[in-house]
């Protein structure tokens, strides 16, 4: 007797973006979502939508490759040049907000967002997306802000690889230049040279003014 196989189960993309429908739903129904700025509303719900549509793209078109950049070495240098952007995003608190862990239970908390985060759990632990991560990791992109957004530790099929660190090179000891002996210098000389004496007046009255010559009237 043949095994019949289930055709119609939902894919991988489908079944993400029913855990991401359901948290838009949350989010236009939930009692704390009243208190949120509208703006912000905005970006959550564009945020999640970008989450599906991103996760489908890279399953049906996984991204080539790409090459490593060529470092730029300047002359009589071999130092790295390294382009600043013009413009650097200024830190807003909606950019604060998103860098908190968990920061979709900070703004809905209760059983709701919990339940889609179980979900989301069980999708993690599916060996069919652990076989796609291998072949396609680029997916890794969309499911570890999402494993960010519901306070979930990432399994280790999700963890990028730390890049080894370039051995330094042993500097070379520094030779500390011989100090030179400081001249012995009597305690008279010591107290002369902290508190040296008064300049002396050069009022014509005093004492220590120079003598005026003489002139002699006709």
């Known amino acids: 007797m043949a095994i019949q196989t289930n055709s119609s189960a939902p894919s991988l993309a489908d079944r993400l973006s029913g855990i991401l429908l359901m948290l838009r739903q949350i989010l236009g129904t939930h009692e704390q979502s009243r208190s949120l700025e509208q703006n912000l509303k905005w970006a959550i719900w564009h945020r999640l939508i970008y989450f599906a549509r991103r996760f489908s793209a ?13 470092t730029v070495i300047a002359s009589g240098a071999k130092q790295s040049i390294t382009l ?16 908190r862990k968990g920061w979709l239970f900070l703004l809905l908390p209760g059983y709701q967002v919990a339940g889609a985060r ?21 997916l890794g992109r969309v499911l570890r802000p999402m494993c960010h957004m519901l306070r979930i530790p990432l399994p280790a ?32 000389d010591y ?6 004496p008064p300049p002396r007046p050069m ?16």
């Open 118 to 138: 179980s979900q989301l759990m069980h999708l993690l632990d599916d060996p069919d997306l652990i076989e796609h991560l291998s072949t396609n990791p680029s």
């Open 58 to 70: 890279l399953a049906a078109n996984p991204p080539k490759p790409r090459p490593k950049p060529k």
């Open 191 to 196: 107290f002369l040279e902290k508190y040296p």
């Open 203 to 218: 009022l014509p009255s005093h004492r220590y003014a120079p003598v005026q010559k003489f002139k002699n009237r006709p």
């Open 84 to 99: 600043a952007s013009p413009n650097p995003q200024a830190a807003t608190p909606r950019r604060e907000l998103l860098r």
């Open 157 to 188: 099929h999700l963890k990028l690889e730390r890049k080894p660190q370039k051995p330094r090179k042993p500097r070379a000891p520094r030779t500390k230049p011989a100090r030179k002996p400081k001249p012995t210098q009597s305690l008279y």
